[in-house]
């Protein structure tokens, strides 16, 4: 029997019928195609300006989630609202061909305000919103959140002299209005016009299926937008446009790309025209230029320098890691726990091992830094968490089982392996909760330390807001550290930890414990966005 393609989508109007169209198509191909509508972040909170939320991908979050959750299959996105970077274990299935990428004007009434000096613009877009001051520099430009329908409704509601709209959106829904101007000097944002639809990279049905339905020379030119857009390291927080198309006549791919300051009042732009085949450093180029003329310190003059809350992470983060963290948000680190692998005797491995257990990325690497994967001989691999399973399977074997938690794992082996052995590759400091309940359930539990775990804690200020975990030992390490001021004052502060071990440990010293949804440290930022923009 063929498996029944899931397909998520935002439940908007728009979204909507990106997913019937990729739904119809599949269809076409004799695919059998079920619609799971998923509200996004964006849809939830349309009372503050995309820039301020401080989330990547506040469109696309949580199709991610429903993806690797095994909710959905696949998701349809609109391509300019997807992260340049996608998720760990999810790829770009298909991009379809692209449809108008052209930002447009929707009247309120007439033209006549394009000479006087106070005109009044709608757009929730700081790229529209940067060029149309840029052009128009005695305007006032007000913001506009919502679906399409919301987005028209809210122009004619108020005093506005009109709205930037995408074209494609109005397009598709059948609602471009007839006095609609195009804006043919706005650069428009990367990919816009084009749809996406992303796959679960271990599921070789569904890839097999959207591959069908792409179109090369449109995925050809939203990649190098989109390139364009991830080496100047910007987003839904930088006016940045984008551009590349391919002339028919001499196969060559025009680029157009631009970085503004938010007020328009300054502009950095690019031109440059690639031969196809010959195009591979043509993002880079054009990013290059932008930033050789001051386009780093263009955008590093937008960088709010006063902070309205402050955070402290147990764990240094990347420079990358910390743009991901909303602007009014401070952010300090260093690493409260240090690891260093112990040498692992030969004896432990010199005859084969049927139940191995790793619960973490330091116990894989320390059996690594002491083994090659040829020299060990275990048959059944358990393992915590997903990217421990990834580390384990490209350094030591294949595992047979992977839980998010060790709680969960225990839970599995007791029924799968009750009465036997494991060998547990553990820190000197852990949990008792997966040997516990694993004893209680007639197996027999060998520990080698693989590693030690050294605490490292760091005074935190008194007027810190949160505090982000990332296991139970940071939070030990935390506790040390600042117990003489009662513990750094927990109650007037939030934990927000990486997964429930770490946050069962918080709960003994905060009042206020979060947990993220996914056990990564970009998925603990955006706990801290979603917390303090509610906030």
């Given amino acids: 029997m063929q498996k029944t393609i899931k397909i998520g989508t935002r439940d908007s109007q728009l979204a909507m019928w ?19 509508p998923i509200k996004s972040t964006g ?50 299935g298909a991009v379809l061909k692209r449809a108008n990428y052209n930002d447009i004007l929707v009247l309120k009434d007439n033209e006549e305000f394009f000479g006087q000096p106070n005109g009044v613009i ?27 329908n919301t987005r028209l409704q809210k122009l004619e509601e108020n005093d506005w002299d009109g709205a930037v709209f995408a074209a494609a959106g109005l397009e598709r829904l059948g609602k471009r209005p007839e006095g609609a101007i195009n804006l043919s000097w706005m650069i428009p944002a990367p990919a816009q016009g084009a749809i996406m639809i992303t796959v679960s990279d271990n599921d070789d049905f569904s890839k097999d299926a959207c591959e069908q339905l792409n179109h090369y020379e449109t995925q050809l030119c939203v990649g190098i937008e989109r390139e364009f857009l991830n080496l100047l390291e910007g987003g839904c927080t ?11 006549k001499t196969e060559e791919i025009n680029f157009k790309g631009l970085l503004l300051s938010e007020d328009g009042k300054k502009k950095i732009s690019v031109t440059k025209n690639a031969k196809v085949g010959r195009h591979r450093f043509l993002a880079k180029d054009c990013a290059d230029y932008i930033i050789n003329k001051g ?20 764990k240094k983060l990347s420079e990358t890691q910390k743009e991901l963290v909303n602007e009014s948000v401070a952010v300090k680190d260093s690493d409260f726990i240090k690891i260093r692998f112990n040498r692992i005797s030969p004896k ?58 060790a709680q969960k794992l225990a839970s599995y082996l007791s029924k799968e392996i009750k009465g036997q052995k494991v060998t547990y590759f553990c820190s000197d400091l852990r949990l008792d909760t997966l040997p516990n309940i694993l004893k209680e359930n007639e197996i027999s539990v060998t520990e080698i ?76 930022l955006e706990l801290v966005n979603t917390h303090f923009i509610k906030a």
């Fill in 295 to 314: 386009g780093k310190e263009l955008m590093k003059k937008q960088i709010v320098e006063e902070k309205e809350f402050a955070i402290y992470s147990t």
């Fill in 122 to 148: 709608a757009t929730g877009s700081l790229r529209r919103k940067a060029q149309w001051l840029n052009r128009y520099p005695t305007h006032k430009v007000v913001g506009l959140r919502g679906n399409v």
């Fill in 348 to 405: 432990v491995i010199k005859d084969e091992i049927e139940n191995v257990i790793i619960t973490s990325q330091n116990g894989a690497e320390a059996i690594a830094n002491s083994f090659t994967a040829d020299e060990l001989n275990f048959k059944n691999i358990y393992c915590v968490g997903r990217r421990t399973k990834k580390l384990i399977e490209q350094k030591i074997g294949k595992v047979v089982k992977s839980e998010r938690n």
């Fill in 18 to 36: 990106q997913a019937n169209k990729v739904r119809k198509e599949l269809e076409e191909l004799e695919y059998e195609c079920e619609i799971v």
């Fill in 449 to 524: 330390e693989a590693y030690k775990t050294m605490l490292s804690p760091s005074k935190i200020d008194e007027n810190n807001n949160g505090v982000l975990f990332y296991s139970p030992s940071t939070v030990e390490s935390y506790v040390i550290g600042n117990a003489e001021s009662n513990i750094g004052n927990t109650q007037n502060k939030i934990a927000f930890c990486i997964g429930e071990s770490t946050a069962k440990e918080a709960r003994k010293y905060f009042e206020n414990v979060q947990v993220a949804k996914l056990p990564s440290v970009e998925s603990v």
């Fill in 238 to 248: 930088a006016p940045i446009g984008a551009l590349a198309y391919v002339d028919p």
């Fill in 43 to 92: 849809d939830l909170i349309l009372d503050t300006p995309l820039h301020e939320l401080g989330i990547t991908g506040v469109f696309t979050k949580n199709l991610d989630l429903a993806m690797l959750s095994g909710e959905i299959d696949i998701a349809v996105h609109s391509l300019k609202d997807v992260p340049t970077v996608l998720p760990e274990g999810i790829i770009q």
